[in-house]
DNA sequence: TAATATATATGACGCATGCATATAGCGAGG
DNA sequence: CCTCGCTATATGCATGCGTCATATATATTA
């Protein structure tokens, strides 16, 4: 399947949250469900509630090269199926245990994030009023 | 009162999802409370839920600059305290609709993240069986 | 055989962040 | 009186991530 990539040149100058690293719990998750790999895992993750849109491709697989020499995983050439080679992927034991970490991690974030919009529907109400 | 920043070289290199300028909104909701400055910003950013510490005071100056410099904010000389001369920052008519748009953008990005957290309970849960 | 999809990889660039540092006013204490 | 520390703002520099462009190779389809 070819996988659409939301981009393109001067994209939009609009505010949006980019979260740093975001893409490696990402990619940890989908590999603790099966072995996959990095086309793959960009198809999976579009199609999955993480993402609104395939990540760029190179981020995906330079992602995957250092998650790989931080031994969170490890790949093996896969040449057995039609098209070219592809690298597969398998999360190790120490992979569980970051991914693990990354989880209260993520909760931490959105509790940060949650704060902000309680405050905002605060103010909000205030403006609302304001109106009247 | 002296601000803490939890900071000091080599801080850690441990996983932190940082969202990137997720300042902006956090500076801007405690402006729509009431009028403040830069350092008191970081203040009441500090004690508030949006985040665990202080931010960094040259962040937060030169976002409290590039907000104005989009007509988000804006400032005039506090001469009258004690203590050196200080900026007061009011939100503008505008800032409130860049507000309000960084909402929606904060509950996309708690969808991602709620996203994850949702599918790696699976997994985790996989991993107990597992280990039965 | 030309074009497209699959699949991986790398170079270049911009920008936000983190840390260090500079400047200056003012209050407290020795 | 003079130094130290807090308040307050501002800027320089290095790093790292993400975005975009590009390169390469294989298999399929027109």
Known sequence: M???QGKGPGHCRCINTKM???LEPCLLVL???QPSYGYQLMEQLAESSMAEEAPDAGLVYRTLRRLEEAGVIESTWDTGGA???RRQYT???GGRDYLAAWEVNVQRTIAK??????RYDKVKQ???????
């Open 91 to 93: 999360l190790t034991d």
């Open 126 to 132: 205030a403006f609302q009023t304001e109106r009247e």
């Open 2 to 4: 070819m996988v659409k």
């Open 83 to 85: 098209g070219p080679a």
């Open 20 to 22: 740093e690293r975001f």
């Open 31 to 33: 590999l603790a469900e």
């Open 113 to 118: 994030l949650q704060g902000f919009l309680n």
